[in-house]
C-alpha cells in the first residue's frame, strides 16, 4: 500500500514570497491534516479535511496560509507572502474512515526555510 | 484545553541499556494516548496507542508504555536500545470523542554505542 506522498520535500524561498505543498493522501482516506512542525517543537494541527470539507481551521493563519482539498483526494497548502517565522517541516496525513481519533498515517514532509 | 507535556527534551543512553520517556498529559475527558516516533528526514510513525482496558500496552520495535489514570501519564520504555532506536519521540493526545490529535514537544533519544 502506497503511503502519504508529499512535494516538494525541500523548498528555500525568500520571505515574501509564495510557496505550495502538494500532498496525495492513503487512497481511500477520507480524512486529510495539515500539520507544521517547527524545529524542536512538536507538530501543531493547521486544518483538517473530511472529505473536500473543513473539519477544522482554528490554528491556520488565514492571513497567510490557505488550503484546498479539491474533490476529497489530494490537497494543496499554499502560503503567500511567507515570512521568517513560516521556516518549518510540513507534514501531511490521512486517517481511514471508522479509525481511531488520533490514529494517523503521516507523510515524510515537506521542509521550508523562509530567508 | 488539552495539553501533553513531555518532561525530557533529550535523553542521551548507551547501546543495551534501558530507556524511559515522560509523557504527562491533562485532560477532563476520556483520551486515547499514543506514542510516534520520527527517525532522522522521516515522517511521524505510530509506536503504539492506549484506547481502554490493560494500561500497559506494547507497541512495535520492543516499546511499551503504561497508562497511569491517576498520575495523568504515559511513560515509554523499552529494557535495551539499539542505536537504530537514535530519533525524536512524540506523546500525543486525543480526546475519545473527537479527532484532533495534540502532541506534546518531543524527546530526542540518540543512542551511543
Known amino acids: 500500500e502506497a503511503g502519504v506522498a508529499q512535494s516538494p520535500r525541500y523548498k528555500i524561498i525568500e520571505k515574501r514570497q509564495s510557496v505550495a505543498f502538494w500532498c496525495n493522501p492513503i487512497s481511500g482516506h477520507a480524512t486529510l491534516y495539515w500539520y507544521q512542525q517547527i524545529l524542536g517543537q512538536g507538530p501543531k494541527l493547521l486544518i483538517q479535511?473530511?472529505?473536500?470539507?473543513?473539519?477544522?481551521d482554528s490554528q491556520l493563519p488565514k492571513d497567510r496560509f490557505s488550503a484546498e482539498r479539491l474533490k476529497g483526494v489530494d490537497s494543496t497548502l499554499k502560503i503567500q507572502p511567507a515570512k521568517l517565522e513560516d521556516s518549518a517541516v510540513y507534514l501531511c496525513?490521512?486517517?481511514?474512515?471508522?479509525?481511531?481519533?488520533?490514529?494517523?498515517?503521516f507523510g515524510e514532509g515537506s521542509r521550508l526555510t523562509v530567508l | 484545553a488539552q495539553s501533553v507535556t513531555q518532561l525530557d527534551s533529550q535523553v542521551p543512553v548507551f547501546e543495551e541499556a534501558p530507556v524511559e520517556l515522560r509523557c504527562n498529559y491533562s485532560s477532563s475527558v476520556s483520551v486515547y494516548l499514543f506514542w510516534y516516533v520520527q527517525y532522522p528526514n522521516q515522517g511521524l510513525q505510530l509506536l503504539l496507542k492506549?484506547?481502554?482496558?490493560?494500561?500497559l500496552v506494547k507497541g512495535i520495535n520492543g516499546f511499551e508504555a503504561e497508562f497511569n489514570k491517576s498520575q495523568t501519564s504515559f511513560h515509554l520504555r523499552k529494557p535495551s536500545v539499539h542505536i537504530s532506536d537514535t530519533a525524536e519521540y512524540f506523546c500525543a493526545a486525543s480526546k475519545a470523542a473527537g479527532n484532533k490529535l495534540t502532541f506534546g514537544g518531543g524527546t530526542r533519544v540518540l543512542v551511543k554505542p
Open positions: 496525513a490521512s486517517s481511514p474512515p471508522g479509525t481511531v481519533p488520533g490514529e494517523l498515517f
Open positions: 492506549y484506547l481502554s482496558g490493560s494500561t
Open positions: 479535511f473530511q472529505n473536500n470539507g473543513v473539519v477544522d
